[in-house]
């Protein structure tokens, strides 16, 4: 098989069945399929214990690394749905956004999920200390501290978290393009 230059290979956005993201993603590795799920740790209480777990960061998501024209091939492993498609054709995720979720999932911080967030003009910052130290994202003043929404434009999602004005830089350039 014919190696391909890696800047023909994009992320995209397979859904999967409700609950069988951590299968879908274990498959697509045995499969030679570049993969990426996004896992954070989160507190479940029950009536008896409470319990951390490890869950998804966006349900019913798995993000493959590869050429448009093989994105059917991971579309074949057991648990995949479809691809989120944009005008007809697969979306694709920008590489900030892959690497914004990347810091997501490796903090123990406390992270809200929202959904179609809508947002006032706000400036674009990059985190320059703490775990999330690389993120790139819109800040939005709230309080002593600065919420900072990082938006997955493809997937019409964005995740907030509160972080210290001490921790933000104001980046000229509003977030990258596609």
């Known amino acids: 098989m014919k190696s391909t230059p890696p800047n023909s290979q994009k992320w995209y956005?397979?859904?999967?069945?409700?609950?069988?993201?951590k299968k879908v993603y274990e498959r697509l590795l045995d499969n030679d399929i570049e993969a990426?799920?996004?896992?954070?740790?989160?507190?479940?209480?029950?009536?008896?214990?409470?319990?951390?777990?490890?869950?998804?960061?966006i349900p019913s998501y798995v993000f493959v690394k590869m050429e448009e024209r093989n994105i059917y091939n991971a579309l074949k492993i057991p648990g995949t749905v479809?691809?989120?498609?944009?005008?007809r054709k697969p979306a694709v995720v920008r590489e900030v956004e892959i690497e914004n979720?990347?810091?997501?999932s490796n903090s123990d911080e406390k992270i809200e999920t929202t959904s179609d967030i809508r947002l006032v003009k706000g400036d674009a910052v990059e985190v320059t200390k703490g775990p999330f130290m690389g993120l790139i994202a819109v800040c939005e003043k709230d309080g002593t501290n600065y919420r900072v929404v990082v938006k997955i434009e493809s997937l019409g999602s964005g995740f907030t978290v509160n972080i210290p004005l001490s921790f933000l830089r104001k980046i000229e350039n509003k977030l990258p393009e596609k």
């Open 13 to 21: 956005a397979i859904f999967t069945k409700s609950r069988s993201e």
């Open 36 to 57: 990426f799920l996004p896992i954070v740790k989160t507190v479940r209480q029950w009536s008896d214990r409470k319990k951390t777990v490890h869950l998804p960061l």
């Open 82 to 87: 479809g691809v989120l498609k944009h005008l």
């Open 101 to 104: 979720l990347r810091i997501l």
